[in-house]
Nanobody, 126 residues
């Protein structure tokens, strides 16, 4: 019933920027959305899906490591039930399918997300 739909993927050159969006529906989910931890995963060709980062319901942000910290920003617009991933200085190794994901507010982030989006392709050319 609850869906997360990503958008904004595409083809860019190394060093450029891209912003991904993830919108939750239906509208009746909006109140619950504000209590959820919203994050991003990615899966590169030939690799396992990996955690990228999360912005918790209380605003705390965690990134996987320094390879994305400082380049990526996660923001939320709770009024629109939307989470964003702003990616700057993109590198070829950022090429992947990016997935939006949601956890309930008290779930450990090491557990599997409750809800997944369908993914959006980001391709960075060198």
């Amino acid at each position: 019933q609850v869906r997360l739909v990503e958008s904004g993927g595409g083809l860019v050159q190394a060093g450029e920027s891209l912003t991904l969006s993830c919108a939750a529906s239906p509208r009746s989910f909006a109140t619950t959305f504000t209590t959820y931890n919203m994050g991003w995963f990615r899966q590169a060709p030939g690799k396992e899906r990996e955690f990228v980062g999360v912005k918790k319901w209380n605003g705390i942000v965690t990134f996987k490591d320094d390879s994305v910290k400082g380049r990526f920003t996660i923001s939320r617009n709770n009024a629109e039930s939307t989470v964003f991933l702003q990616m700057n200085d993109l590198k070829p190794e950022d090429t992947a399918v990016y997935y939006c994901a949601a956890w309930s507010q008290w779930a450990e982030l090491t557990t599997a997300p409750k809800i997944w989006g369908q993914g959006t392709q980001v391709t960075v050319s060198s």
